[in-house]
């Protein structure tokens, strides 16, 4: 069985309702706001148009039809409820229609207050009504796909409730198509036919007289065939006077039928392989330590020792010693002493070896002592490949030691990374906006519980107020940046996710009007997430003219910081940055596709900054004349 899942692209009206708002919104094409709307009683659409007359096959048996929740092009995914903040409830009621009818309500639900959302689970396929195989009463010919919908009716509406549809929503098809031909065996004989041979009558023939031909005497035959006997020297080539022939008949018949088929089969094999890898590893490392010593040790590892030793001799050593092993082992051999030296020495080496190794120091000790010891080591370590030999020597001599040594150890610095911004994702919104009808700014893609997010939402809006901040989230900036004269705004969220906000965060205004928001939301990696603001500069706001330049703010511990326009109308972008102390990387620079009332158009970049530094002024030009505001922003290194 297969399946092809698809969202609309078109919609009508259904008798005796009204339309709901941005029904085009749920268009698998569209790119602006995801949410169609609801405020009133008695809305609905039918949305159709979901495959074009040949994505499912001409052949194929639809088996099942199902409305499903996919993930948008936005990155948010599709489902039916409400908004928030909201009171009051209205009911949801949703039907297929194979092209012609419609099926019976497949879900009925009331909605009450704001916030719900069938299914709870968006998103990967989650079906909303129908099934793999459910035709949900209804008969589905391919003919008529390219007329395959689905309707929601939202009726019955209380109190201030929003009734919201997500783009994300799309029809399933599940067909099956005939099975493949099983191939005729084509036979093609070869046949020898069977001949069989009459033979000719042959005359008697008798002292040079013919006495009879097939039994009839000559003496009472006058002609034959209206001639003359005595004109008739020959018959059948036989001389009418003369010995006569014994007749000779031999007829030769042949049967061979040959028949070849010729048949071709279709053959399917599926080899399995079995792999099984020899690995071997046989690193060999020689170690040839050469030491001057007097006594004479030897030890023989494979050994667990704990001697308790004292010893208590005058002894000064001023060795100078310089050490650069070079080890090559495969696999891995970790070698991690723990040497702690004071008047009294404890010495805990942990030794991984295989095979034995005898190492024979000769150690010479006088009252004063003068060591200046040559090592070469050139292990010879034969390991198959887990070899793990752990003996424990503690060695706790009283020694008066002034050694002077030069390390080379090999070793890799830690320290924190570097700040960084990833995963920047642009929501381009138009539509209305109101305290209970949200724009929808999407989540970074690929975002996960942990994360730090940043949101730099720009706004055509004179008042700039936004009437809540959504739940877990701080708006860095206190008061958006803007006012009556640049007609535009700038407010910035930021949360460390939680796991429990979903794809896209519902963001409001005290608007109620049309309107156009542009969000660019961003994963922040390595930032202080105790105090994650370095430094908030304050916005520089501009009317007329193409350009504004911004204050500049200095940094305290340094980080990144971000440069943000946000500029009355959508035709202002692309915009261009100059800051004659730092490089500039492109964050996002766009407008609201196509909108010439209410619509905004924005950009921001950004730049590594170090501690107690200036970010200096930044001017930025727009492609037209209007209304703008623009600020810095600098981010704390973590």
């Known amino acids: ?18 339309n709901w708002t941005g029904a085009e919104r749920l268009y698998r094409t569209a790119t602006s706001s995801t949410a169609a709307a609801s405020s009133s009683t008695n809305r609905s659409n039918l949305w159709y148009n979901c495959f074009d007359s040949n994505q499912i096959p001409s052949d194929a048996t639809i088996v099942g039809v199902a409305l499903v929740s996919n993930t948008n092009p936005n990155g948010g995914t599709g489902y039916v409820g409400t908004s928030a903040p909201s009171t009051g409830s209205f009911d949801i009621n949703i039907y297929l229609y194979n092209g012609t009818s419609y099926s019976s309500s497949l879900y009925s639900n009331t909605f009450s207050g704001g916030s719900q959302r069938y299914p709870a689970t968006q998103g990967s396929g989650e079906i909303l009504v129908g099934g793999a195989t459910d035709l949900v009463g209804l008969t589905w010919d391919v003919a008529d796909q390219a007329n395959f919908g689905f309707r929601i009716d939202a009726t019955d509406h209380t109190g201030t409730v929003t009734g919201v549809a997500i783009r994300g929503l799309e029809l399933e098809v599940y067909y099956t198509l005939p099975a493949s031909p099983t191939p005729t065996p084509s036979i093609t004989p070869t046949i020898t036919p069977t001949i069989t041979q009459t ?38 080539g036989i001389n009418l006077i003369g010995p006569a022939p014994s007749p000779s008949v031999t007829p030769t018949i042949s049967v061979t039928p040959s028949i070849t ?66 080890i090559s082992v495969t696999p891995s051999v970790t070698i991690t002493p723990t040497i ?20 024979t120091p000769t150690i010479s000790v006088t009252p004063s002592v003068t060591v200046t010891p040559t090592i070469s080591i050139t292990p010879s370590i034969t390991a ?14 009283s020694i008066s030691i002034t050694p002077s040594i030069t390390p080379t150890p090999s070793s890799t610095s830690s320290g924190s990374s570097p700040i960084s911004i990833s995963n920047i994702t642009v929501t381009d919104d138009y539509g209305t906006l109101s305290t209970t009808i949200p724009h929808v700014c999407n989540l970074p893609s690929g975002a996960t519980s942990g994360d730090f997010v940043l949101i730099l939402w720009t ?16 708006k860095a900036n206190g008061t958006a940046w803007g006012n009556s004269t640049s007609d535009a705004h700038i407010v910035i969220l930021y949360k460390q996710l939680d796991g429990t906000e979903g794809s896209s965060v519902d963001c409001y205004s005290n608007l109620s009007s049309t309107r156009g928001s542009i969000f660019y939301s961003m994963i922040v990696n390595n930032i202080d997430l105790t105090t994650p603001i370095d430094a908030l500069g304050t916005p520089k706001i501009a009317g007329n003219g193409t350009q504004v330049i911004t204050n500049a703010v200095n940094s305290i511990d340094g980080g990144i910081f971000i440069c943000v326009v946000a500029f009355d109308g959508a035709d202002g972008d692309p915009f261009t940055f100059s800051n004659g102390s730092f490089t500039f990387t492109d964050g996002g620079n766009t407008g609201n596709s196509g909108q010439t009332t209410g619509g905004v158009s924005s950009a921001f970049k950004y730049a590594t900054i170090d501690a107690s530094t200036s ?9 037209t004349t209007d209304g703008k505001v623009a600020g810095h922003i600098i981010l704390k290194q973590g």
């Open 615 to 623: 970010t200096s002024t930044t001017t930025i030009t727009a492609q």
């Open 384 to 397: 198959t490949p887990t070899i793990s030999v752990t003996p424990s020597v503690t060695v706790t001599p």
């Open 199 to 236: 033979p000719t009558p042959t005359p008697s023939v008798n002292n040079n007289n013919i006495y009879s031909i097939d039994d009839v005497s000559f003496s009472s035959i006058d002609e034959i065939n209206g001639t003359n006997i005595s004109h008739i020297y020959e018959i059948n």
């Open 261 to 326: 088929p010729s048949v071709t089969p279709t053959i399917s094999v599926t080899p399995s392989v079995t792999v099984t890898p020899t690995i071997s590893v046989t690193p060999s490392v020689t170690v040839t330590p050469t030491i001057s010593v007097t006594p004479s040790v030897t030890v023989t590892p494979t050994i667990s020792v704990t001697p308790s030793v004292t010893v208590t001799p005058t002894i000064s050593i001023t060795p100078s010693i310089t050490a650069t092993p070079t």
């Open 459 to 474: 706004i055509d809006d004179p008042t700039g107020g936004l009437t809540q901040t959504p739940s877990g989230w701080t």
């Open 340 to 359: 702690s030296v004071t008047p009294s020495v404890t010495v805990t080496p942990t030794i991984s070896i295989t095979p034995s190794v005898t190492v």
């Open 1 to 18: 069985m297969a399946s092809i899942a698809l969202g609309p692209l078109s919609y009508s009206s259904v008798s005796g309702f009204s």
